[in-house]
């Protein structure tokens, strides 16, 4: 444990801003001299998120990356936003240690512009400015994680303008196999996971729990209001899932998820702040093959998210979710067709509602898909008709085009619309406006891949026009208040994405750069909290029984607020090392020191990141 003032003796700590670089540098070098993800996965590898229907990864052409449960098993992280950050174009602030609040930035975009599924259920919030609850969902229930980045309106509707994150949690398969696992680190940090899954006949089934405490640090460091005490949290999940093969090509799934968390913050200077969030996730999906080129999807869920706050008064919103979806898809000689109907249903409960503490509406949409691979080339079209309830009707549009011009590479090019509605609270609360607009974007982008056995290669440059933002401003308006939700902004999302991953000898290697400029249109400036240029530079290894890697972040200065006139957050290094061995038959120790040069660095102003840490961790696991 680090004494109380730590925060302050590592601040003191002066380190050339150009030191954050030499990672980038070495990342670039690197990928530029051997030509080597954009997924951490097989080539042949199943893929849902692309166009809403299974494709090998090998034919997908948007920029997606796949984390499969290996990846996820020997990262050692903790929480769910540390593995995103070490995602291709996404960029994670956090004010504090895990389970306080969290951004993800894909592309320079607001966290509110990816969309979220888990197990094809909707994450999403009315709550604020919405988007998903990552301090929330539980690392410990997910197998697989997609990532699809760029504009995907065509295929998700609302929200999906900078991309969408598919999360699987586990599935069961023949057999019964059992699992716990225990783990104890810095910051009195302890979890513990328990479960089991298999399948017997026709049936599998999966069921996890997972429960994990930290006393935390003193997550602010400055400001007006400050109290001098310890930020842990609590966070309780359960995660099930059921399959049934009904017959031959017939078969129905039923997944829950349930996570609850009590983080502590500051926003007084005296006090016991807290936060309470509480998410369930329920879903009922039936799929028929009715012959090897014919197939439906059926697919009911529901969300419900809450977020109860103590800081000198209680706090309460809740968010319920309900998605309805019918999806057709025909193979044949000439393409692939899909059509898909779909129903979304919004609700929000806030005591800060004007006009009543409950508002809700819907979305009705109508999509068509069309994809075509002929020789060397391929071709994917979607178009999508969203109606909602308050704006009328919404059209999206996608078209890419793939061109496999040589032995192992991949040109490809693509255009694409999204949109966004306002949440419920941006237009009905105190500070909201009923008259929002909602948010537009057009996104173009053009990739080219390399790829042979275990080395790959991606290059990906993207510009997205976003009209109509929504921001938060100080301004009376007309709302009344000193803060009000107004359509004030314009931003442009503009850079370029390498990746790529080889073999050396012994060492696996994977990196990734992006370099962005993700700015207003109408001052240039950059939007807050985001670097012009981060990276992650990975190396993994099997040495006399043990799997080791690290791991080099990096990331350049960021303005923490749209009024500063210079950027208050400072470029930073980070190292983070991992090693896991099996000790026995059942038995693998896993071990994790993230920061390891204990360098001090704000991901947002007056808001304390942890210093050096360790986490020891060992699970049970039957052959």
């Known amino acids: 444990m680090f004494p109380m003032n730590v925060f302050e003796q590592r601040r003191q700590r002066a380190w050339m801003p150009a030191m954050a670089w030499r990672p980038v540098s070495l990342a670039v070098v690197c990928l530029a001299g051997l030509v080597a993800p954009a997924a951490a996965a097989a080539l042949d590898e199943v893929v849902v998120s692309a166009t809403r ?17 290996d990846v996820l098993e020997r990262s050692g992280a903790l929480a769910l936003e540390d593995v995103m950050a070490k995602v291709p174009g996404i960029q994670i602030t956090r004010n504090g240690g895990p389970g306080a609040d969290t951004d993800l930035f894909m592309r320079g975009a607001n966290k509110q512009h990816t969309a979220v599924y888990v197990d094809g259920i909707r994450i999403d919030a009315q709550n604020g400015s919405g988007g998903a609850p990552w301090e929330t969902l539980p690392l410990e229930s997910i197998e697989r994680i997609e990532v699809l980045r760029g504009a995907a309106g065509a295929l998700y509707g609302s929200d999906a303008m900078a991309g969408t994150v598919q999360i699987f949690t586990r599935r069961g398969e023949t057999g019964f196999k059992p699992h716990v696992s225990v783990g104890a680190g810095s910051y009195g940090t302890k979890k ?78 005296q006090g016991d702040d807290r936060t309470i969030r509480s998410l369930d996730a329920y879903g009922l999906n039936w799929q028929s093959d009715w012959t090897p080129d014919v197939r439906t999807r059926v697919a009911v869920s529901q969300s419900r998210q809450s977020w109860d706050t103590w800081d000198g008064k209680h706090y309460h919103a809740e968010t319920l979710l309900r998605n309805y979806l019918v999806h ?46 002929w020789q060397q080339h391929a071709v994917q079209l979607n178009l999508r008709h969203d109606r909602d309830s308050d704006f009328g009707g919404k059209r999206t549009a996608t078209l890419a085009y793939g061109w496999d011009f ?66 938060y ?9 000193n803060y009000c939700y107004m359509n004030v902004d314009r931003a442009q999302l503009e850079g370029i994405t390498l990746a790529g991953k080889w073999r050396t ?48 972040q990096a990331a350049s200065r960021r303005f923490n607020d749209d009024a500063e006139a210079v950027k208050s957050l400072g470029g930073y290094t980070l190292v983070n090392l991992s090693a896991s061995r099996q000790l026995a038959r059942d038995f693998t120790l896993t071990a994790r020191i993230d920061n390891a040069l204990d360098r001090d660095y704000t991901l947002v102003k007056d808001y304390a990141t942890a210093g050096r840490t360790l986490w020891l961790g060992v699970k049970w696991m039957p052959w």
């Open 192 to 269: 513990g996971t328990a479960g089991f899954s298999g399948g017997q006949g026709a049936w599998d089934y999966a069921l996890g729990l997972s429960y994990a405490d930290s006393e935390g640090f003193d997550a602010k460091t400055g400001g007006s209001k400050r109290n001098l005490d310890k930020d842990g949290y609590v966070r309780k999940s359960a995660n099930a899932r059921v399959g049934l093969q009904l017959s031959a090509g017939q078969r129905l799934d039923v997944t829950a998820l349930t996570s609850d968390s009590n983080a502590g913050y500051d926003s007084r200077a």
């Open 505 to 552: 000898g012994m060492l696996k290697w994977y990196a990734s750069v992006d370099f962005q400029n993700p700015h207003d249109m109408d001052n240039g400036r950059l939007l807050k909290r985001r670097s012009k240029r981060y990276a992650t530079l990975g190396v993994e290894t099997t040495l006399a029984g043990w799997t080791l890697g690290t791991e080099l």
């Open 53 to 69: 229907s299974e494709q090998r990864l090998s034919d997908v052409l948007a920029d997606v990356t796949v984390l499969d449960g």
């Open 328 to 373: 057709n898809e025909w193979r044949s000689r000439v393409g692939t067709f899909s059509v898909l109907a779909e129903r979304r249903e919004d609700s929000l409960e806030n005591t800060l509602l004007v006009g009543g503490h409950e508002r809700s509406r819907h979305q009705n949409a109508l999509g068509l898909g069309y994809g075509l691979h």
């Open 473 to 481: 401003e100080e301004d009376l308006g007309s709302c009344g208040e």
């Open 406 to 471: 040589a032995t192992h590479w991949k040109a490809t090019a693509s255009v694409g619309t999204g949109f966004k509605v306002p949440t419920l609270f941006q237009r009905f609360s105190k500070n909201g406006d009923s008259s929002l607009k909602p948010e537009e974007s057009r996104n173009m982008e053009l990739g080219l891949r390399w790829s042979d056995k275990d080395l790959s290669f991606s290059a990906t440059a993207y510009r997205s026009k976003v009209d109509n933002l929504v921001s």
